[in-house]
C-alpha cells in the first residue's frame, strides 16, 4: 500500500518537477539589429545540456545562462565567429549544429550517402544475380 501511495505521489509531482526553468529577467538588447544577430546566433548553437534543441529554442538553466553570456560576447564587439570559437574551446564543437567539413570528421559528412549508395549496390547486384539464376520452366518439366 505504502509503495502505491509513493508512487501515486511521485506522479503527481513529476509534472511540477519537469517544468521548464524561466529566464527571470529577458535579455536586453541595444537595438533591432543586434536582437536579430543574437536570435541567428542562437539558433546556430545546440544547448549542451537538451542536445536536440538550439541554444534558442532550450528552457534549461545553462541556456539561459549561454544566452546572456553570448549577448555579453556580441556587447563587447566579439564576431559570430569569436563568439562560437569561444563555446567550441568551452564545450567542443558539439555546441555547433554545423560544424566545419574537416578531415577527422568526414565520416560523418560522408558516411551516410556512401553506406546508401553501397547499400544499392548490393540490391542491384542481387536482384540481377536472381534474375539470371531463374530460368522459365517448360510446360513439359511441371511435376505435381
Known amino acids: 500500500m505504502a509503495l ?9 509531482a513529476s509534472p511540477v518537477l519537469a517544468q521548464a526553468v524561466s529566464d527571470p529577467t529577458p535579455l536586453q538588447y541595444r537595438d533591432a539589429a543586434e536582437e536579430a544577430r ?12 537538451c542536445q536536440n534543441q538550439s541554444l534558442a529554442d532550450s528552457n534549461a538553466q545553462i541556456a539561459h545562462d549561454l544566452r546572456r553570456e553570448v549577448l555579453v560576447l556580441m556587447q563587447q564587439g566579439n564576431s559570430d565567429a569569436q563568439i562560437k570559437q569561444f ?33 544499392a549496390g548490393v540490391l542491384v547486384w542481387v536482384v540481377r ?12 518439366e511441371e511435376r505435381w
Open 87 to 119: 563555446l567550441v574551446d568551452r564545450y567542443g564543437e558539439f555546441v555547433l549544429y554545423r560544424p566545419p567539413m574537416e578531415a577527422r570528421n568526414a565520416l560523418l559528412w560522408f558516411g551516410p550517402p556512401v553506406a546508401l549508395l553501397i547499400g
Open 38 to 49: 543574437f536570435h541567428a546566433l542562437a539558433a546556430e548553437l545546440r544547448c549542451v545540456q
Open 4 to 12: 502505491i501511495a509513493l508512487s501515486l505521489s511521485l506522479s503527481l
Open 129 to 140: 544475380r536472381r534474375s539470371r539464376g531463374i530460368e522459365p520452366m517448360d510446360k513439359s
